[in-house]
């Protein structure tokens, strides 16, 4: 007999108590489980109302159960799905009676994924979109992962594989039937100018991937200064939240504090830093080197700083804008006005200003992005594979001249870059690493 792969379950919803929890149990057993639970299998992909029962312990719950019989399902194996009453110990109950039974384990993060990847439903690239709807927190990370879900980047790739694939033939059918040894120019011809013009289009992708995988990630704004001009208090009004310490002593923020906002729906990591000075205590001192390197990788810097200064910010190639803090104060104590115009005045703790400020930052942010709706290449893992595969296919073209058994060989190289990108080959190193990302679940 086979060896059957073991039948997983898990709680796909969120964190108890909930109105209602769901468990998805996935594998071969599936039927089995039904009907030990149920009393017999629910209609294929209907909802129906069941008082699951374990033997020997008496009704469970009254739930909602449905049956996927395979390869229908979400996984391509049987999956059954049980939405019950969300309270803890309505699902130890439940996971108490799957422990029971022979063959059935909890799933591990990303393994429900895993098997529809490993059945064929989603490549990979198609899997990571899957991931990065569940943890997109903004509109536009939305549409983004979910066109990679659907396979956006996917389907593009599966393309061009093929057509190398097809280029390659060509040559190497040229090479068997030859009798020097040699492919004829007018199978050759064509099959590099196709090369020429996916290699272009493949370029044109990466182009725009900075902005995708910045996407993904957020644009990380910093917000650096001299101590005490009240970066942490700008940071908390703009999180709405109290996340950083504020304190009328300089040299309160010591760590990076990060805070993930939407700002219509572009995703921005504000960053507040350490008050930059020549600190005496060490630990400040680490806390102003981590700000200054944190500043000079960020895409935007907010220097603030209180009335008018001439304070030199940051070296670097990082666009900066000078923000002058605390006006509620200006009249008070009558603060000059000369110096290098401020871009921004604010005040933190009134709010003055802080709106202007914050449609300055979506205008960069969608300047950044530009449409932005195209872009398909939204990782590091992405990017590095087609850049593998664009300087392939240009060594193929480059050394037309050295003979074709060298350029078929360039092409097999693309060939095998492009489907690491799918998934197709090498996998087991990459499979490990991207679905240990996932929630327990998917
Ligand atoms: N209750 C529930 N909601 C869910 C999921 C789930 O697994 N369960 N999903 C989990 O990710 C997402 C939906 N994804 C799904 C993907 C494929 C199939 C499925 O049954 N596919 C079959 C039949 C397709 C069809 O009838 O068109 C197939 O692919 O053969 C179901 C859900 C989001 N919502
Ligand atoms: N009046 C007034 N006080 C402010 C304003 N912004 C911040 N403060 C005060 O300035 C002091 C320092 O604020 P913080 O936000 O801790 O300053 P910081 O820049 O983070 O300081 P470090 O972390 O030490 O670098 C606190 O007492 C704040 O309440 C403002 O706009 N107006
Ligand atoms: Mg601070």
Known sequence: MPLQ???????????????IAIVRVSGPQVPQVLERLCGRLPQPRTATLVTLTSPGTGPIDQAVALWFPAPHSATGEDVAEFQLHGGRAVIAALFAALEKIDGLRPAEPGEFTRRAFENGKLDLTEAEGLDDLIHADTD????????????????????????IIEA???????????????????????????????RTEIEETLAASAQSERLREGLQVAIA??????????????????????????????????????????????????????????????????????AEAADLVLWLDEAESNATPLAGEVPLW?????????GKVGAST?????????????????????????????????GGEAALVSRARHRVLLTET?????????????????????????????????????????????????????
């Open 5 to 19: 792969p073991p039948t997983i379950y898990a709680l796909a919803s969120g964190r108890p108590p909930a109105a």
């Open 140 to 163: 536009r990370q939305r549409r983004q992962a979910l066109r990679h879900l659907q396979g956006l980047l996917g389907h593009r790739a599966e393309s061009w594989r093929a057509q």
């Open 168 to 198: 390659m033939a060509l040559i190497e059918a040229g090479i068997d039937f030859s009798d020097e040894g040699d492919v004829s120019t007018e199978l050759m011809a064509p099959a590099l100018a196709r090369v020429a013009s996916l």
């Open 225 to 294: 200064g001299p101590p005490n001009a009240g970066k942490s208090t700008l940071l908390n009004r703009l999180a709405r939240r109290e996340a950083a310490i504020v304190s009328p002593h300089a040299g309160t923020t010591r760590d990076i504090i990060e805070v993930h906002l939407d700002l219509d729906g572009y995703p921005v990591t504000l960053i507040d830093t350490a008050g930059l000075r020549d600190a005496s205590d060490p630990v400040e001192q680490e806390g102003v080197r981590r700000a200054r390197a944190r």
């Open 322 to 330: 000078r923000v002058r803090n605390k006006i509620d104060l200006a």
């Open 338 to 370: 000369g110096g290098s115009d401020p871009a921004f005045a604010i005040s933190a703790v009134t709010g003055e200003g802080v709106d202007q400020l914050v449609a300055a930052l979506v205008g960069f942010a969608s300047d950044y992005f530009g």
């Open 390 to 442: 664009v300087a392939a296919l240009k060594r193929a073209e480059d050394r037309a001249g050295q003979g074709d058994e060298i350029v078929a060989e360039e092409l097999r190289i693309a060939i095998h870059a492009v489907g690491r990108l799918l998934g197709r080959v090498d996998v087991e190193e990459i499979l490990d690493s991207i679905f240990r990302e996932f929630c327990i679940g998917k």
